[in-house]
């Protein structure tokens, strides 16, 4: 067998994983253009002049693409944070009541119940092992309740 034929079927569960999930589209173009901007800024000005730039760059990346996904403007939510008023929710927040909203397959559903407390969750295989599973009453990441009121931006 070829070396791309074994590779490939390393990889067979991802590549199938849509037919377990059909709420999982079958390409990535979305994370393609999302990388697209960062190229072109590369490209134009010869890529950041420090790491602090980087990071900056990416932060600030990562809060936009995110606020105009979720169809917020970045620019009121950066001056809601900046100026300490916090009357819009955390995007984070705003993430994770949108996911309980989608229609998502079963296998979605016992992370589902772990969020609300219902005790440890298994993934089923999709991204076991990194970080999948909570004990039962342990707060899931980003859980609003578990962190004090955050003052300027978020540490990403």
Known sequence: MSANCKKTRLKKAGLL?????????????PAELGARQ????????????????????????????????LGVSIYRYIHDRVSGAYAMPDLADLISQRARQQPLGTAWAAL??????EGAVSAGGFGAGRGSQRRAG?????NPGSRPPQRGFPAL
């Open 17 to 29: 994983m849509m037919l377990d999930h059909p709420e999982i589209p079958l390409h990535n173009n």
């Open 38 to 69: 960062r190229v072109r800024k590369r490209a134009v000005s010869f890529g950041p002049r420090t790491p602090d730039g980087a990071k900056a760059w990416d932060t600030f990346m990562t809060l936009t693409a995110t606020a105009k996904k």
């Open 112 to 117: 589902a119940r772990a969020d609300a407390g």
């Open 138 to 142: 342990q707060p899931a990441r980003g």
